[in-house]
């Protein structure tokens, strides 16, 4: 069974369908996305600092020393001519076990403008993460198109090399039967077989390189990767691309880079906002239950309701000082976004370019393959005819050979631009 029929009994892997095993699989991606959720979570924990926050205390055990109350003979003035109490007396806080329970409950009021803040930069923290999960996203698919592309330029190059080994076969053998008829030199039978190792030597390359591209794609869909599959082969060029100024207005509104520097202009100025709520006394509402356990004297079940004040009126200069620091980042951050829009029409604008070169070299480069292959043909008639030296023939065989390698590097290089053209623009 020969290597074709072999590969059509593997599965077909199409580059959509791989694009969307690494969307659902692919392990780096996975990771980002739990971050999304990490980030939701991180907002409904601010979130729930809204609400009353509900303290309890419990202390329990026993007097290291033997704390009393003395009340003094009369202390509490006289009945009927007798002293209340007849005489000094000494009662003790407790006996054996003792301890004392608190409970607090406090609802913030001025504190809940700081929490809003805080909510809605959290909130902005949820988008980032979703924008770097885009971004993992595209990166995963734009290296899922460069692998799939390196396959197929892999898998043609050795068929490539597998077609020349054919050649080399028939041409020693030709030679052989020249060298027997001492119409031609043994040296030229020896030269034959040289070529003939290398070219089958290269298949060898070919083979083991066509292997690990395929273990890598398969490591990026997130399979085993032992994986078979085989590859669909993609028309030689796709046409033309959409113009500068319209790629350059779709890299903008779609590129995760200019998303996530715009959220952090508006995390920025949340952050400015929340150190300047720092000037705001923190102000709310309180409820204390405190009850002593196993005391003589002390009152139990103890409520009381009232507001709780706290704030640092004196901090040297610390709450200015901070909100200077946040102003200086915001302004920061608003120079990162220009240059990350800069950066990114940058990005467009090489790959739109490098895209139409690497369309002008593929025509070039089959014209070359053509001639050459045509000139191959003609040389192996004028071969046959005895019109021409072994060594012409070799050098031809030779010239093709190159000629549909350079072809093939070009049809990659097309479809690799094609694939950085399409990260540039912001796609999956």
């Not at 796709?238 to 890299?251: H, I, K, V």
């Not at 903008?252 to 200019?258: A, D, F, N």
């Not at 950085?420 to 999956?428: H, M, S, T």
């Amino acid at each position: 069974m020969g290597a074709q029929e072999v590969a059509d009994d593997l599965p077909e892997l199409t580059l959509s369908h791989a694009i969307e095993l690494a969307i659902d699989h692919n392990r780096p991606v996975k990771i980002t996305q739990l971050d999304i959720t990490k980030a939701h979570w991180q907002v409904l924990q601010t979130k729930a600092k809204r609400f009353p926050e509900i303290s309890t205390y419990f202390f329990g055990g026993g007097n290291l020393t033997s704390p009393s109350f003395t009340f003094q003979k009369g202390i509490f003035g006289t009945i009927n001519n007798v002293p209340s109490p007849a005489q000094d007396t000494h009662i003790k806080l407790s006996q054996g076990f003792t301890g004392n329970v608190l409970i607090q409950i406090a609802q913030p009021l001025t504190q809940l403008y700081k929490i809003h803040l805080a909510i809605r930069e959290q909130e902005l923290g949820a988008d980032l993460a979703g924008q770097k999960y885009r971004a993992k996203r595209q990166s995963v698919v734009a290296d899922v198109r460069q692998a799939y592309y390196a396959i197929l330029q892999t898998e043609s190059s050795l068929q490539t090399a597998r077609a020349t080994v054919k050649q080399y076969q028939e041409t020693d053998r030709v030679v052989l039967q020249y060298v027997a008829e001492e119409s031609a030199l043994k040296s030229s039978s020896l030269e034959v077989k040289a070529k003939l190792a290398q070219s089958q030597y290269q298949v060898a390359q070919l083979r083991d390189s066509l292997t690990t591209q395929k273990e890598y794609l398969n490591n990026l869909l997130g399979r085993d990767l032992d994986t078979p599959f085989r590859t669909q082969q993609v028309p030689p060029i796709s046409p033309e691309e959409m113009d500068l100024t319209l790629a350059r207005q779709t890299c903008l509104s779609q590129r995760p880079e200019v998303k996530e520097a715009e959220i952090d202009v508006h995390r920025a100025d949340y952050d400015r906002k929340l150190a300047k709520a720092q000037y705001i006394p923190d102000i709310g509402a309180a409820f204390h239950y405190l009850t002593p356990i196993n005391t003589q004297i002390l009152p139990q079940n103890i409520a009381s309701a009232g507001f709780e004040v706290k704030w640092d009126p004196f901090d040297w200069g610390g709450r200015h000082d901070d909100v200077k620091q946040k102003e200086t980042i915001v302004e920061q951050s608003k120079f990162q976004l220009q240059e990350t829009r800069s950066q990114v029409l940058l990005d467009v604008d090489n790959t739109f370019r490098k895209l139409s070169e690497s369309r002008s070299l593929v025509a070039v480069a089959g014209a070359a393959r053509d001639a050459a292959d045509e000139k191959l043909r003609e040389v192996t008639d004028q071969f046959s005819k005895s019109t021409v030296l072994m060594r012409d023939l070799l050098e031809q065989q030779a010239a093709a050979i190159n000629a549909n390698q350079e072809y093939q590097q070009s049809l990659l290089a097309f479809w690799s631009a094609k694939a950085n053209f399409e990260k540039a623009l912001g796609e999956e």
